[in-house]
């Protein structure tokens, strides 16, 4: 490497201090609308310079980027965070010479439609998927009642936003509807609907070569939406299952022509084998990084940056499992909280966030921001885990009231075998 200078597009704040730590130098760009203004001055104070900018500003963004890596003379730019600022940003690196993946790796791995046909190209992943530019296109493609179930996808949302089954034609409006909410009128993927346990896998691409870091199962909630619910690291798998998933997400990260980063990738278990869901171009989110650490005692996000400075990628083999399991309190207005402070005092109780104060009013669980929490534990074994969970769930009491009286609801909490 030229120089120990980074741009970083995006760094949250433990990325700059883990980045300093493995010896780099960083500038930040940050977006102020997308962090608390006391986050972002941590951010500022840890970097040695940062700017802000508006990210729905393409130009201005690419400006910045540009005049950033000019004045500080960095080695490399780069960008780990959410996906849809890291195409302009890395087309801008990419022009400076300064990129360390080609923008079409990153189109590749972040478009769900470009993925699609990559795959359908190569024969990786096989199964039936559409394409329609418009959600009307979709709503036609939907009218025969044929192929139903399927599962409509906005390409350019995430978060689980307006992701549903249809599993009949009537239930197209309500997608509809949603779609509208979202203001959202671009393309739509429409795909065969996948049956099986869900997994997403982390690994860390390092001059092309991709290591596994680990492999999670994934808990949904219940139909039509996908929201995660739940997560449990090392997901509990069979051999064969393990070595076929890995198998196929290196094979589909080689086909992107990805040469250094981390990367998510969602895959459902099927009869007929493992099957790709969507990739991103970023460590996994949903506090995959910590339940990853509490299993092996692996830091995945200090790990990009020794791996940039040219230490071997060696993720460690998990001892322990790390979970995640969010709360869906049912809607309406919080009444009571109890029981939140002797949860946090369990000794195996790594996080508990719960995204409201009494006298607020909770909406429905339909996407990952919707979700009304969370809390993070570890455990020796699966037993153990859902022994836990349930001794936090005993604790945790949330009172809330509908127009029609009051519900009591104690979250829900993670199975590991559904
Ligand atoms: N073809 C499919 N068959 C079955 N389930 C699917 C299919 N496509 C998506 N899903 C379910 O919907 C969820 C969300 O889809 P996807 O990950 O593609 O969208 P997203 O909006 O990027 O989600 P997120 O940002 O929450 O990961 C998946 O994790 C999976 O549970
Ligand atoms: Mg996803």
Not at 26 to 38: N, T
Not at 238 to 251: G, P, Q
Not at 337 to 357: C, I, M, N, S, T
Request: aromatic share 6%; glycine share 6%.
């Amino acid at each position: 490497m030229r120089n120990n200078r980074l741009l970083i597009c995006m760094p949250y704040k433990q990325f700059v201090r883990k980045a300093v730590d493995a010896g780099f130098r960083v500038y930040s760009i940050w977006d102020p609308s997308l962090e608390s203004a006391e986050y972002l001055q941590e951010v500022a104070r840890l970097s040695e310079e940062m700017v802000l900018c508006d990210f729905s500003d393409e130009t201005q963004l690419r400006h910045v980027v540009a005049t950033m890596a000019a004045r500080h003379d960095v080695a490399h730019v780069i960008h780990l965070g959410r996906e849809a600022t890291q195409l302009p940003v890395c087309e801008q690196a990419h022009a400076l010479g300064l990129a360390l993946n080609s923008p079409r790796s990153l189109v590749l791995l972040n478009d769900k439609s470009a993925m699609r046909r990559l795959l359908r190209e190569r024969g990786i992943s096989p199964m039936t998927t559409r394409e329609a530019d418009s959600p009307a296109e979709a709503q036609r493609l939907l009218r025969g009642a044929a192929d139903l179930p399927v599962v409509v996808k906005p390409t350019q949302l995430d978060g689980s936003r307006a992701v549903r089954l249809i599993e009949q034609p009537s239930d197209v409006d309500a997608w509809i509807d949603e779609l509208a909410a979202c203001r959202y009128a671009g393309p739509v993927l429409v795909e065969e609907y996948l049956r099986g346990p869900e997994f997403s896998v982390e690994t860390l691409t390092v001059h092309g070569q991709h290591h596994l870091v680990g492999i999670t199962a994934k808990r949904l909630g219940s139909a039509p939406h996908f929201v995660e619910m739940g997560h449990v690291h090392p997901a509990p798998l069979r051999d064969e299952d393990r070595s076929a998933i890995a198998e196929l997400v290196v094979a589909y990260l080689d086909a992107t022509g990805y040469r250094f980063g981390p990367a998510h990738t969602e895959v459902i278990l099927t009869a007929a084998g493992p099957r790709i869901v969507e990739s991103q171009a970023r460590i996994g989110g949903d506090r995959i990084p910590l339940l990853i650490e509490l299993a092996g005692g692996f830091d995945i996000e200090s790990a990009v940056f020794r791996a940039l400075a040219g230490e071997p990628a060696k993720p460690r083999a998990a001892k322990r499992l790390g979970c995640v399991s969010f709360f869906d309190f049912g809607p309406g207005r919080v009444q009571a909280l109890e029981g939140a402070e002797e949860v946090r005092r369990l000794p195996f109780v790594h996080a508990l966030v719960l995204k409201f104060d009494r006298g607020d009013v909770l909406g429905p669980v339909s996407s990952s921001a919707t979700r009304h929490g969370y809390v993070v534990i570890d455990a020796a074994h699966e037993r153990e885990a859902a022994e836990r969970l349930a001794a936090v769930q005993g604790l945790l009491r949330v009172v809330t009231t509908l127009n029609d009286g009051p519900t009591v609801a104690n979250p829900s909490t993670i199975t590991l075998k559904d």
